[in-house]
């Protein structure tokens, strides 16, 4: 059993002034019968016996003896009863309860829909936020299936869709949220027992929504989803009380990316690391710097990066930040890490000496709590792909630069006076001019220019006589001094300008190589508009980037923002940081392509808008086609029967007379037939078909759909009818019920040999019924299978003036119409089985 606690904000369930809002508490299951509600009758004894005013507002006891004792010695409200098509259901009285005001009141199965017109909410959680709003303490039970976020997750893993949800969120905002857990085994031993069903349902159930497999994802699912819950309580505790430390609650493993080849192996490695202990969680994160485009980042790479980490269970968050080591630990931090994997530095030796520490460092000494794991990897000390962009010379290099210059001349001078005489001056000049490249190398252009003028005076007062003075008396020095001096200088310049021509042809790469990603995912169609969005703002750093589909003068709008445009009639609006000119240039880019995305957009909804049109005149084609043969053979002989009784060239007798009567009633019934299936599929096609949903028995129904009929018990093959009278009652629309039923049955009685029989079976699935309706006849192929839902389709039909084709097409419709399934499968021993699946009717609960 696992609970979790966390305060609800007043402002979340706001009442009237004064009252405090009311604390929700959840008991959550995993799957019906693990106990909740009885759980939720031991917290209400439990209040109670501490003084608490407790009121059973609407507890399902869902006929077990045990749970119907435990309800025992607490006041029950009564409920309200309301009228509806098929019975007198029974709801929460909201209004009483609310003029009760108790203190703590119960509320079972959160999820529940209300019977239409029974109070202003059509939703149970609706009626318990009001209340919770009114200041009166809620208990309630819902189990994991009706969380909304997970709805779809369970309805793949148990094939039963999921038709009454809550809100993630409201659950979320609960107080106190505890999970009543069983073991699967025991639930099922639980099941055997006819602790949780009647008898009638408990081998459907043990075959289908309790199986093995699906109690224990059911399990899973609701424990992670509380672990969730549980880390948003510690993380907003941590966050209360300033806590900045790391709590190593569970192991969670940030891997640094920077856009490298070496990505991938780094990933791999974090994976082994978080899956060493159970609940690991691994977390790739990159670091784009706030002025553009980072050195050496492949977008191509980082793409395969993020799906490696999604492939291997991690999620992949981009942060921007100037400082990467500083991003990276706070990262970390915030995530409440327990391990951070980076790479070892790519730069050279060299590289290293002359920078300085790199991140890898600079992460291992402000990481404080957090492990790191440096890595090696084939791309060790081989140096960037791409040189740094962000100006001509990092900042290390701008401060080491003017330092050198300064130092190092004075260094030579010290060295060159203590070899005094064993060097002539052409040589010491050439060494100070060794020494004003290796300036230039380091600092660049205006170092460099500092270094030669340090070294011109040096080599002038030490070096060329008179020595100890700034003087001259040989020209040949002064013009060996100036040569020097000029040299050193047209040295530094090149040298700098090779470092911007670098930095330059970076910019360029690291740009084609974004736009060309960029271009290659729009002509893939996998990047949506808000991707694109969040990529142009990861790319250049802004704090928000959004889409404007209104004409907006460029550069227009907001002082704070950027407007650029994405086209005639879109335009983006980037706020954050100013971009230089050279960014724009590269956002103009980016633009166009939301541009072009736009666009996409709008001719994939005119597209789609067309499709219904391309439909309809596809089934008016195929209509025509068929009407023109399979509405004129009734019409045909209903004409002949009646044209020959009229005719006074021949004297029938009675038995000739009642043949053609009948013959000619046939026809019309038929005729009849095959209009009504046309009606019916326009107004499915049209959205027009109402709907009357009560509650019926499947005993009434089919007996109905039978006789409509007016099967050949002697020449055709009869109808097995089994298991009927075990099904619940299904909340459907009996005469279009009666209608699926038929065209089901008819079409198994024209596929299947004269002696073997059409079986109909029908049993419960939790909350669903199947009505299976199996032939004997050759099947149908699985690749044919969703035609012949097709209208106008008539796939192995012996005898094609049988009808237009419209019979499975109509049963399909009408099913899903009144929130059910049709679907095709294989008859053991061969054949053809139709499944219907519809929700079971809501238990009716008879008013007092």
């Known amino acids: 059993m696992a609970v979790v606690e966390g305060t609800v904000p007043a402002a979340e369930f706001a009442g009237r002034p004064g009252i405090r809002p009311g604390r929700l508490k959840v008991f959550l299951g995993a799957a019906p019968g693990v106990g909740k509600t009885y759980r939720m009758l031991d917290e209400a004894h439990r209040r109670a016996a501490r003084g608490a005013d407790v009121v059973a507002g609407f507890v399902d006891c869902h006929g077990r003896p045990h749970t119907e004792a435990r309800l025992g010695g607490l006041e029950v409200l009564p409920p309200?009863?309301?009228?509806?098509?098929?019975?007198?259901?029974?709801?929460?009285?909201?209004?009483?309860?609310?003029?009760?005001?108790?203190?703590?009141?119960?509320?079972?199965?959160?999820a529940h829909t209300n019977v239409p017109g029974a109070g202003?909410?059509?939703?149970?959680?609706?009626?318990?936020?009001?209340?919770?709003?009114?200041?009166?303490?809620?208990?309630?039970?819902?189990?994991?299936?009706?969380?909304?976020?997970?709805?779809?997750?369970?309805?793949?893993?148990?094939?039963?869709?999921?038709?009454?949800?809550?809100?993630?969120?409201?659950?979320?905002?609960?107080?106190?949220?505890?999970?009543?857990?069983?073991?699967?085994?025991?639930?099922?031993?639980?099941?055997?027992?006819?602790?949780?069903?009647?008898?009638?349902?408990?081998?459907?159930?043990?075959?289908?929504?309790?199986?093995?497999?699906?109690l224990i994802a059911l399990r899973e699912l609701a424990l992670l989803w509380l672990a969730g819950r549980v880390d948003e309580a510690l993380q907003k505790y941590r966050t209360e009380h300033g806590i900045d430390g790391v709590w190593e609650t569970r192991e969670r493993v940030v891997v640094a990316l920077t856009g490298g080849p070496e990505g991938e192996t780094l990933i791999r490695r974090a994976a082994r690391i978080a899956g060493r202990s159970a609940g690991g969680e691994l977390l790739a994160v990159h670091v784009t710097r706030s002025d553009g485009l980072a050195a050496g980042v492949s977008?191509?790479?980082?793409?395969?990066?993020?799906?490696?980490?999604?492939?291997?269970?991690?999620?992949?968050?981009?942060?921007?930040?100037?400082?990467?080591?500083?991003?990276?630990?706070?990262?970390?931090?915030?995530?409440?890490?327990?391990?951070?994997?980076?790479?070892?530095?790519?730069?050279?030796?060299?590289?290293?000496?002359?920078?300085?520490?790199?991140?890898?460092?600079?992460?291992?000494?402000?990481?404080?709590d957090i492990d790191v794991h440096m890595v090696t990897h084939e791309r060790a000390g081989r140096g960037r792909l791409l040189p740094s962009r962000r100006r001509t010379l990092p900042t290390s290099r701008l401060v080491a630069g003017p330092v050198a210059a300064l130092l190092l001349p004075l260094l030579l001078s010290a060295v060159l006076d203590r070899m005094r005489g064993t060097l002539n001056l052409t040589s010491e000049a050439l060494l100070f001019l060794v020494v004003v490249v290796g300036v230039a190398c380091i600092g660049g252009v205006t170092s460099a220019l500092v270094a030669a003028l340090t070294a011109a005076l040096l080599l002038n007062y030490w070096f060329m006589p008179p020595m100890g003075r700034?003087?001259?008396?040989?020209?040949?020095?002064?013009?060996?001094?100036?040569?020097?001096?000029?040299?050193?200088?047209?040295?530094?310049?090149?040298?700098?300008?090779?470092?911007?021509?670098?930095?330059?042809?970076?910019?360029?790469?690291?740009?084609?190589?974004?736009?060309?990603?960029?271009?290659?995912?729009?002509?893939?169609?996998?990047?949506?508009?808000?991707?694109?969005?969040?990529?142009?703002?990861?790319?250049?750093?802004?704090?928000s980037v959004e889409l404007a589909l209104e004409p907006i003068a460029a550069d227009g709008g907001p002082t704070s923002a950027l407007v650029v445009a994405a086209g005639p009639e879109a335009a983006l609006v980037l706020r954050g940081r100013p971009?230089?000119?050279?960014?724009?240039?590269?956002?103009?880019?980016?633009?166009?392509?939301?541009?072009?995305?736009?666009?996409?957009?709008?001719?994939?909804?005119?597209?789609?808008?067309?499709?219904?049109?391309?439909?309809?005149?596809?089934?008016?084609?195929?209509?025509?086609?068929?009407?023109?043969?399979?509405?004129?053979?009734?019409?045909?002989?209903?004409?002949?029967?009646?044209?020959?009784?009229?005719?006074?060239?021949?004297?029938f007798s009675d038995e000739d007379r009642a043949e053609l009567l009948a013959s000619a009633e046939e026809s019309l019934l038929r005729l009849h037939r095959l209009v009504e299936n046309l009606l019916d599929l326009s107004r499915l096609q049209a959205g027009a078909l109402t709907l009357e949903l009560r509650p019926a028995s499947l005993e009434e129904v089919l007996p109905a759909a039978l006789e409509s009929l007016e099967l050949d018990t002697v020449a055709g093959p009869r109808v097995d009818v089994q298991s009927l009278e075990a099904a619940p009652a299904v909340l459907v629309d009996p005469p279009l019920l009666e209608r699926v039923l038929a065209n089901l049955v008819g079409n198994a009685v024209r596929h299947s040999p004269g002696d073997r029989p059409v079986l109909v079976t029908a049993s419960a699935l939790a909350e669903r019924v199947e009505i299976r309706v199996a032939d004997r006849g050759p099947g149908i192929d699985a690749t044919d299978r969703e035609r012949v839902f097709e209208p106008f389709q008539r796939l192995g039909d012996r005898d094609n003036s049988a009808g237009l084709g419209l019979g499975l097409a109509l049963a399909r419709g009408l099913t899903e119409a009144m929130g059910g399934t049709l679907a095709p499968e294989d008859t053991p021993g061969g054949g053809l089985t139709m499944v219907v699946s519809l929700p079971t009717a809501e238990p009716i609960r008879q008013y007092p």
């Open 80 to 110: 309200a009863g309301y009228e509806y098509p098929g019975g007198r259901y029974c709801e929460l009285d909201r209004e009483a309860l609310l003029a009760r005001r108790p203190q703590v009141v119960l509320i079972d199965e959160l």
């Open 120 to 214: 202003r909410h059509p939703k149970r959680w609706q009626d318990v936020e009001e209340i919770l709003a009114a200041g009166i303490d809620v208990v309630t039970t819902l189990n994991i299936q009706h969380l909304d976020s997970l709805s779809d997750v369970v309805g793949k893993i148990t094939g039963v869709p999921q038709r009454e949800t809550v809100p993630d969120e409201f659950v979320r905002r609960a107080h106190e949220i505890e999970l009543v857990d069983i073991p699967p085994e025991g639930l099922r031993r639980r099941m055997a027992h006819g602790n949780i069903y009647p008898p009638e349902r408990i081998d459907a159930s043990l075959a289908n929504w309790f199986r093995p497999g699906n």
């Open 299 to 368: 977008h191509a790479a980082l793409a395969s990066q993020r799906a490696l980490t999604e492939d291997l269970g991690g999620s992949y968050h981009s942060i921007v930040g100037d400082e990467v080591p500083t991003a990276l630990v706070d990262f970390a931090t915030a995530e409440n890490a327990t391990q951070l994997v980076l790479g070892t530095s790519r730069r050279g030796r060299v590289d290293r000496f002359l920078t300085g520490r790199g991140i890898g460092e600079t992460v291992v000494e402000l990481s404080e």
């Open 470 to 543: 700034f003087t001259m008396g040989d020209p040949d020095s002064v013009l060996a001094l100036v040569v020097f001096a000029g040299v050193a200088a047209i040295v530094a310049a090149v040298v700098d300008r090779s470092l911007r021509l670098s930095r330059r042809a970076a910019r360029a790469t690291a740009e084609a190589e974004t736009l060309s990603s960029l271009a290659g995912s729009i002509v893939r169609g996998d990047q949506t508009i808000p991707a694109l969005l969040e990529r142009t703002k990861e790319t250049f750093g802004m704090e």
């Open 579 to 651: 971009l230089p000119s050279s960014d724009r240039r590269v956002l103009a880019a980016f633009a166009a392509h939301v541009g072009a995305a736009v666009e996409k957009a709008r001719l994939t909804e005119a597209a789609a808008e067309v499709e219904p049109i391309k439909a309809a005149d596809k089934l008016r084609t195929a209509l025509l086609r068929a009407v023109s043969h399979d509405l004129r053979t009734p019409l045909a002989g209903a004409l002949a029967a009646v044209n020959s009784l009229r005719s006074t060239d021949v004297e």
